[in-house]
């Protein structure tokens, strides 16, 4: 007896026990966009609104039976990345890629908390480069994680040129130059081929950003996986967010979480 298909995507990423941020974000992203989630687990972590209280790293070799489970058998139509904290994890993660010869992947090097803090260490930045960045289709670094890669001090939408331009060229990849840091605006750049690409948005006063960035890129992922440009991808998935943004959800002691739901949420916020 035949039945319905759905695009799928799948999420290697860390989770959030608080469900604003990481794995969690990602499926309830998916979920809304309308295509079937799948998890790889790296990393568990102990959160809240109001901070990490502790990380437990699953070791590279559970994570490569994760993904040798998924690839064998849903196969995904496309791939989100997002916190990756150690070499080994990156390079077991590129190796089975390379082997499944994975398409359509979005990577969000989640380097720099919110408040500054590296997440990750200079020995992972690297291999993170070297072994995952050229498989990339699409990079998602915000301002803070586009200044370390780059080099480039970001100052102004030229150096948000600048920088995206290095770092495609680079890696031969597409980048999506995120401008949330921004004081006033919320632009993000697109680099991809050679040209330049804007989308303009909107500063939105919310208090509440747990995730937005883990968010994004998981939108993206699923507009792939449905067959939309990389342009159209990016373009749905900023009025998303947007939507997630205007809602307004407050959970929670500190920076809370987004509305994830709000496409397919019957009570109106």
Not at 79 to 91: D, E, F, T
Not at 95 to 105: G, N, P, R, T, V
Not at 120 to 130: E, G, H, T
Request: proline share 3%; hydrophobic share 35%; net charge neutral.
């Amino acid at each position: 007896m035949g039945g319905k298909s759905m695009k799928t995507v799948l999420s290697i990423a860390g989770s959030d026990s608080s469900g604003g941020a990481g794995i969690q974000a990602d499926i309830k992203t998916m979920q809304a966009n309308g295509v079937y989630a799948m998890t790889a687990i790296t990393a568990l972590t102990a959160q809240n609104t109001l901070g990490v209280n502790g990380i437990f790293e699953i070791p590279a070799e559970f994570l490569e039976k994760q993904l040798e489970s998924i690839f064998q058998d849903i196969y995904p139509d496309a791939i989100k990345i997002g916190m990756l904290s150690s070499s080994s994890s990156i390079r077991k993660i590129a190796s089975i890629l390379k082997k499944y010869e994975a398409k359509k992947i979005v990577l969000d090097p989640v380097m720099i908390s919110t408040s500054g803090t590296p997440l990750i260490s200079s020995d992972a930045v690297y291999d993170l480069q070297k072994f995952l960045f050229p498989l990339a289709t699409l990079i998602t670094p915000n301002i803070p994680e586009a200044e370390l890669l780059s080099g480039i001090s970001i100052k102004n939408e030229q150096d948000m040129e600048r920088a995206a331009k290095k770092l495609g060229e680079k890696y031969h990849c597409s980048v999506l130059c995120k401008g949330g840091h921004q004081k006033n605006t919320a632009h993000d750049l697109l680099f991809d081929n050679g040209t330049y690409t804007w989308f303009y948005g909107e500063k939105i006063d919310n208090p509440n950003t747990h995730g937005t960035g883990c968010t994004l890129s998981s939108a993206i992922a699923s507009n792939l996986a449905k067959g939309c440009s990389l342009k159209d991808s990016i373009q749905h998935s900023k009025e998303y967010l947007s939507l997630a943004l205007h809602s307004m959800l407050n959970l929670g002691k500190g920076n809370g979480p987004l509305n994830h739901g709000v496409l397919i949420s019957k009570e109106k916020f």
